[in-house]
């Protein structure tokens, strides 16, 4: 069945240092979410990437679509101690009308100060 | 705009006692609703998913069951807890393409 895999599992980085996490699907996306949880909270939608090789920026978070639609990965310019939190992405490999996605293990991220 | 709740927020239950966790949602309606559940530094395992009233899909087996009796209301039971059924539990429902909106989550502990 389809697996979504994430790496780094963990990340520490000194404030102000860039975040990269990486995603990639043993099956082609029809489109990728990336979600944002929070130490002790429940995942918040961040962001969906439907074409092959999309980039969008929100503020310092940069999420790019593989040109494949097989990979994803979210880009942290000068990491804040409010980014702190594991980073989930989610696959749908087709479309259903339950929309049934796939998610990744997630990479956890600290920020030292 | 639209709010999930679930209750209760923690729960500690010991093996083979019955469970009962509860979602609602507002501010929409025949929403297309989730359970996930989050084993400790995982990621979210889709459990049930519904797109109406009645209507409940497993995704894998186990000795959880989902009921949906009214439009905004999405309920997980379990018969007799097991030790592997702690974990966060997560309702979530489907806001746009693609996005869904989670529930605070309930965190399970069998003893």
């Known amino acids: 069945g389809q697996q979504v895999m994430q790496i780094p599992q963990y990340q520490h980085v000194q404030e102000g240092e860039d975040f990269t996490t990486y995603c990639n699907s043993s099956t082609t996306l029809s489109n990728i979410q990336w979600y944002k949880q929070r130490p002790g909270g429940h995942p918040v939608f961040l962001i969906q990437l439907v074409k092959s090789g999309e980039v969008k920026k929100q503020k310092r978070l940069t999420f790019q679509f593989g040109e494949a639609k097989k990979n994803s990965s979210l880009h942290i310019t000068a990491t804040q101690t409010t980014d702190v939190g594991t980073y989930f992405c989610a696959g749908s490999a087709v479309k259903t009308s339950y929309d049934k996605v796939i998610f990744g293990p997630g990479t956890s991220l600290s920020v030292i100060p | 705009s639209q709010t999930i709740h679930q209750w209760p927020a923690t729960l500690v239950q010991p093996v083979g006692s019955p469970l009962s966790l509860e979602c609602t949602v507002e501010?929409?309606?025949?929403?297309?609703l989730y359970w996930y559940r989050q084993a400790a530094g995982r990621g979210l395992q889709l459990l049930f998913y519904s797109v109406g009233i009645g209507q409940i899909s497993s995704e894998v087996p186990q000795n959880l069951s989902a009921s949906r009796p009214q439009d905004r209301q999405f309920i997980l039971s379990s018969k007799k807890l097991l030790l592997s059924d702690s974990g966060f539990y997560l309702c979530?429902?489907?806001?746009?393409?693609?996005?869904?909106?989670f529930g605070p989550g309930t965190r399970l502990t069998v003893l």
């Open positions: 501010g929409t309606s025949n929403p297309n």
């Open positions: 979530a429902w489907k806001g746009g393409p693609g996005e869904q909106f």
